[in-house]
Every structure is written in structure tokens, then in C-alpha cells.
């Protein structure tokens, strides 16, 4: 049974088809209304799909993409806080703020009668309960089209707060909304994928370190990010990822910001042997899969991080890469010395450089 805590979801999560029959009645006879589950609806990063007229999402960057034709579109959604950036044709045209008390969400109108991409991107991090993706409406009469193939190359980001975009929009160390203010599609990871033509997926909690928490007043935290790795969803233990399931070819690495930037800093011996078995929890069921371990100036964690991939290197792993970025000027930060866009595309470039001679090698 569906808790009485959740009522606003209990449709989507215990009644799917009498959900979509009832979002069917209510709509005007001028538009049309396209399940979750279509097969022209492309899904890209970890959805909980168990339902397929009802998948979840909370991770940044998780992306829901679709071709349709007509002149206007709007998505339905359940959830609070979430912030989706929707692009059509890919240029953004709304930012749709969740909020518990709707449902529908327009994206665009007025548009010329055709064939139209649409993107739709989780820009943050949900803070909570998961989002539920309720299906499109569209012009009465008009449909889906097929979406071109998908990238022949996948790339995992998983880390701290750099890959959630926080902050990116802000060109002060303070801003007024964090939540407004991050974009993870404008973060570094998204914007090489996007240079080389690469799918890509997020796996990131904002002040989560492999030992500490930011600021955290105890040496280790019980829910370290290593915990969250293998989640589909950040806010749920379950359900878990699995092999197949979305598996990248290249899983980039940047953590550890937070077990050293607050004191008590973690004990190097136990970050490195957390940051080891991080690798090879990425590597877990593909031998050839390459893991690319980022990490800018800051010390000890830059020799942390460059010991580890020395060690995995002597233990005979040619699969794991270590990447330095250089410092980001005063004037590419945003909220809280986070890098904004300008920060992220410089992070970018030698990991661009790095990582495609790698794709150019995976099987």
C-alpha cells in the first residue's frame, strides 16, 4: 500500500494506468497526451524505471530526450525543488521550477509546425524525495519521432559538488540561491562529454567526501560518498545499479575536496585505501574500463590522489589515469570558490585531451 505521507504520488506509484487514463479525460480536446513510456522517449543517467509509466529521478544531470511534432509542448512532473532545464531545438527555453502544488509544466508554444528535439535536464541535486516524470503533452494529432542513435561512447562523473554545476551561474563567492544558481549541465564533466560526443551520467552529493563530510566535527561520517556510489537513486538505498544497466566505457573521478578542506582533516592512509576501492568498485564488471582520477593544486589531496593511481599503476592497473587541473583565477569562481561556467570549461579542456584517446581505445 502507498503511505499516506506520499498522496500526491500514490497515482503514479500504485496506479499507473488509472493515473494516465485520468491525466487523458482532463485534457483539452487540442492535445494529446505521451506516456513515460514510449519507446521515442530516450532516458540517460540512473532512473528508477521499475514502473515504467512512473520513473524516478533525483541525480544532477539525468537527462529525458524526445523528438515530437507540432508547435507546443509541456512535461508533467511530481515533486518539490527540483529545477529542469528544458531545451527545445537545442536552445534553453524554460527553467521549470517543481513545485508539490502542480503538475503540468509548459515548455514551449508558438513554434513552427515541424519536427522538434526536446531536452529535458535535472539541474541540481533534489535535497529529498525523488522526482516522478508523468509522461508529455502536445498538439492534438501530432506524435513522436524517432531520436537519432545514441553516442557511442559513455562516460560516468562521480564525485563532490565540482560535478553537480554548483554554483556555475554566479560570478560572486556569494549568491542568493544555491539552488538557482547551479547547473550541472554547465559543469566540466557534461561540457567535455558534450566535446566528445560521449553520453554521460552524474553520481554526485554536494559536501560528501570518501571519509569526511564538509565541516563535518568528527574524523569519518557514517554515510560517506562511497555509499551512494551504487545507487540508482541518491535519496533511496534501493533500488541498487546493476551490471548493464547504464555501464560507461570511461568513469571519471572527483573527490576528496571535502575530507581536507575542514578540520579534522581525514587520515591520508584511510582516504587512500577508500579512494582504491572507489576505483575498483568502478571497474566492477568490466576490466578494460578506464577510470580518470581529477583533482586540481589543492594539498595534501593532489598527492593523495596521485600516490593512489602510482600504487594501482605498480599493481599493474594501465586503466587508471591521473589528472591535474591548474589553478582557477579569482575571477572563474562562483558560490562559496566553487568554478563557474568559465572555471569548468578550463577543468574541461586537459580532461577533453586526456580522455579521447581512451574512447578512441574502448571496446
Not at 529542469?84 to 508539490?100: R, T
Not at 562521480?158 to 540561491?177: D, E, K, N
Request: net charge positive; hydrophobic share 40%; proline share 7%.
Amino acid at each position: 500500500m502507498c503511505n499516506d505521507r506520499l498522496k500526491g504520488l500514490s497515482y503514479s506509484i500504485c496506479f499507473p494506468a488509472v493515473w494516465i487514463l485520468l491525466i487523458s479525460s482532463l485534457l483539452p480536446a487540442d492535445h494529446a497526451y505521451i506516456s513515460p513510456a514510449h519507446p521515442h522517449i530516450r532516458y540517460t543517467g540512473r532512473f528508477d524505471r521499475r514502473n515504467a509509466n512512473a520513473p524516478r529521478f533525483d541525480w544532477p544531470g539525468v537527462q529525458i530526450r524526445a523528438r515530437f511534432e507540432g508547435t507546443s509542448c509541456a512535461a508533467r512532473f511530481a515533486g518539490h525543488g527540483l529545477r529542469l532545464g528544458a531545451y527545445i531545438d537545442d536552445s534553453l527555453v524554460a527553467v521549470l521550477a517543481l513545485d508539490s502544488s502542480r503538475s503540468a509544466y509548459p515548455v514551449c508554444e508558438g513554434l513552427r509546425d515541424t519536427v522538434h528535439s526536446l531536452l529535458i535536464v535535472n539541474r541540481f541535486e533534489a535535497y529529498g524525495m525523488p522526482a516522478v516524470f508523468h509522461g508529455l503533452i502536445l498538439d492534438s494529432a501530432r506524435g513522436m519521432r524517432a531520436l537519432p542513435p545514441r553516442p557511442p561512447y559513455r562516460i560516468e562523473f562521480a564525485g563532490g559538488s565540482l560535478l553537480t554545476g554548483f554554483g556555475v551561474h554566479s560570478t560572486s563567492i556569494t549568491c542568493p540561491s544555491i539552488r538557482d544558481s547551479s547547473n550541472a549541465y554547465l559543469g566540466f564533466g557534461p561540457v567535455a562529454a558534450r566535446e566528445l560526443n560521449a553520453e554521460y551520467s552524474i553520481v554526485a552529493v554536494s559536501g560528501k567526501g570518501l571519509v569526511r563530510e564538509w565541516e563535518y566535527p568528527f574524523l569519518s561520517t557514517p554515510k560517506p560518498f562511497g555509499r551512494y556510489y551504487n545507487q540508482v537513486l541518491c535519496s533511496r538505498r534501493l533500488p541498487r545499479r546493476h551490471a548493464g544497466m547504464w555501464d560507461p566505457h570511461v568513469v571519471v573521478l572527483c573527490v576528496g575536496l571535502n575530507d581536507f578542506s575542514s578540520t579534522p582533516q581525514a587520515p591520508g592512509k584511510l582516504f587512500r585505501a577508500r579512494y582504491r576501492a572507489l576505483i575498483h568498485k568502478a571497474r566492477e564488471g568490466d576490466s578494460r574500463r578506464h577510470v580518470v582520477c581529477v583533482t586540481g593544486e589543492k594539498e595534501p589531496l593532489r598527492t593523495h590522489v596521485e600516490a593512489v593511481v602510482a600504487r594501482e599503476r605498480e599493481d599493474g592497473n594501465k586503466f587508471v589515469h591521473f589528472l591535474c587541473y591548474g589553478r582557477i583565477p579569482d575571477n572563474e569562481r562562483g558560490c562559496n570558490w566553487h568554478p563557474n561556467a568559465a572555471g569548468h570549461r578550463r577543468i574541461a579542456a586537459p580532461l577533453v585531451t586526456l580522455i579521447g584517446p581512451l574512447l578512441g581505445t574502448a571496446e
